[in-house]
């Protein structure tokens, strides 16, 4: 536990405090899949119960519908929601707020930000403290940092990547907000 000093000590939220800072972090199940909705809500459900979760954590990295909003490669829309980043990043934005109004002021919401999309028309670093700064704004209370989209050349998978290779930049984004960034 020396190499991660903070793992097990509370973390202060302001409307509730951690008793430590593990989480369960989005993953794939195989249940998506299968098309039953009720299913993959049950099956979140009993985790939430198992270990009395807080919270829930918006996907907004690694090139599923909200970061593709986001960047010009995906984001070919002439409306109010494409064209200037203020435009592309109007979708995660509201959808952050919509939930902190649905699920209220006590409830943990975690937005998971894409800090180095690793594909040509990706954001810009600017970008992305431009959409941390409007996501906390919008009521989050965590950033998850998230790295890369499945089809950029560059690994991002754990077992291919080096521990830690990309913490440089969870650490870059840290001074930019005043939310905590894990």
Do not use: C
């Not at 409307?15 to 009720?38: Q, Y």
């Amino acid at each position: 536990m020396s190499h991660y000093p903070h793992l097990l000590s509370p973390l202060s939220l302001g409307h509730v405090t951690l008793p430590n800072r593990v989480l369960m972090g989005s993953m794939h199940t195989g249940l998506e899949e299968t098309g039953d909705w009720n299913r993959v809500a049950s099956f979140y459900e009993a985790r939430a119960r198992e270990a009395g979760y807080d919270g829930v954590e918006i996907m907004g990295s690694e090139g599923y519908f909200l970061n593709q909003f986001l960047v010009a490669r995906t984001n070919q829309r002439e409306d109010d929601w494409g064209g200037s980043y203020a435009n592309r990043m109007r979708l995660p934005v509201e959808v952050v707020g919509r939930v902190r109004a649905a699920v209220g002021a006590d409830f943990i919401v975690i937005y998971r930000i894409s800090l180095i999309d690793l594909v040509e028309g990706g954001s810009s670093w600017d970008e992305v403290v431009l959409l941390a700064k409007a996501i906390e704004a919008a009521g989050a209370s965590i950033l998850n940092s998230g790295i890369g989209w499945h089809e950029a050349r560059i690994p991002t998978i754990a077992t291919s990547v080096p521990r830690a290779a990309f913490a440089h930049l969870t650490g870059k984004l840290r001074p930019e907000v005043g939310i905590p960034v894990i």
